[in-house]
């Protein structure tokens, strides 16, 4: 089977990444001091911990304020609104997703680590997603504010353009421009199985993630070759 990487040079393969979306800012105080730092992050904290025991619709500022011990004021200097902090801890979430799929996509050399690579960072993402309130409420339309779908958005761009480039980088079986495609539709068919199979029985949903993960390499070329 033919390599399209192999015909191009190491050092011309940045000009051939494809180009991300910029990532939408959270309405939201950026703190500077140590204290204001803490105080955002205790917030964020307790924030999280709500959601978790009362859903995003029973999240309260209020609350927040009284369980973090700073005044109500303050709550809102940082954070204007709920939607603020809701978008704040969404984007957390997203950067760990990041976080996670460049450290095992840094790490393949072939075919086959770049298809395990693939399945144990879906898997994990599907597993954090199950569990965390937070994100299942978002993916059923609780908070379908326009921050959010920036953010999902922008999501989407970050890993179509990872799924390129690490491919790209190990071995191609698809020219460029085909592979640039193929890589945006099978992120968007795990993106939406993922959100799909986290309302589902546990052993339905993970059946319909690996149906999905299998579909998804088949069509990047890494199957076969896995």
């Given at each position: 089977?033919?390599?399209?990487?192999?015909l191009?040079?190491?050092?011309?393969?940045?000009?051939?990444?494809?180009?991300?979306?910029?990532?939408?800012?959270?309405?939201?105080?950026?703190?500077?001091?140590?204290?204001?730092?803490?105080?955002?992050?205790?917030?964020?904290?307790?924030?999280?911990?709500?959601?978790?025991?009362?859903?995003?619709?029973?999240?309260?500022?209020?609350?927040?304020?009284?369980?973090?011990?700073?005044?109500?004021?303050?709550?809102?200097?940082?954070?204007?609104?709920?939607s603020?902090?809701?978008?704040?801890?969404?984007?957390?979430?997203?950067?760990?997703?990041?976080?996670?799929?460049?450290?095992?996509?840094?790490?393949?050399?072939?075919?086959?680590?770049?298809?395990?690579?693939?399945?144990?960072?879906?898997?994990?993402?599907?597993?954090?997603?199950?569990?965390?309130?937070?994100?299942?409420?978002?993916?059923?339309g609780?908070?379908?504010?326009?921050?959010?779908?920036?953010?999902?958005?922008?999501?989407?761009?970050?890993?179509?353009?990872?799924?390129?480039?690490?491919?790209?980088?190990?071995?191609a079986?698809?020219?460029?421009?085909?592979?640039?495609?193929?890589?945006?539709?099978v992120?968007?068919?795990?993106?939406?199985?993922?959100?799909?199979?986290?309302?589902?029985?546990?052993?339905?949903?993970?059946?319909?993630?690996?149906?999905?993960?299998?579909?998804?390499?088949?069509?990047?070329?890494?199957?076969?070759?896995?």
């Amino acid at each position: 089977m033919r390599l399209y990487s192999s015909l191009m040079p190491r050092s011309k393969l940045k000009a051939h990444r494809t180009h991300a979306l910029p990532r939408p800012s959270v309405d939201m105080r950026v703190p500077q001091q140590r204290r204001s730092k803490l105080r955002a992050e205790a917030i964020v904290k307790v924030g999280r911990a709500l959601i978790a025991k009362h859903g995003i619709l029973g999240l309260k500022m209020s609350q927040i304020a009284e369980q973090a011990r700073i005044p109500i004021g303050s709550v809102y200097q940082y954070f204007p609104t709920k939607s603020a902090l809701i978008s704040c801890l969404f984007a957390r979430n997203l950067d760990t997703y990041h976080a996670l799929a460049r450290k095992a996509f840094a790490k393949v050399t072939g075919a086959q680590e770049c298809a395990e690579a693939f399945r144990r960072v879906a898997r994990q993402v599907y597993r954090d997603n199950r569990r965390d309130s937070l994100m299942r409420e978002i993916w059923s339309g609780v908070q379908a504010d326009r921050t959010i779908r920036q953010l999902h958005l922008a999501d989407n761009e970050f890993f179509s353009q990872l799924f390129f480039e690490t491919i790209w980088r190990v071995g191609a079986q698809f020219p460029k421009e085909q592979l640039i495609r193929r890589c945006q539709i099978v992120n968007e068919m795990w993106d939406g199985t993922i959100r799909l199979a986290i309302t589902l029985e546990a052993n339905v949903g993970a059946k319909l993630i690996e149906e999905s993960l299998d579909l998804g390499l088949a069509n990047l070329g890494l199957l076969e070759r896995a």
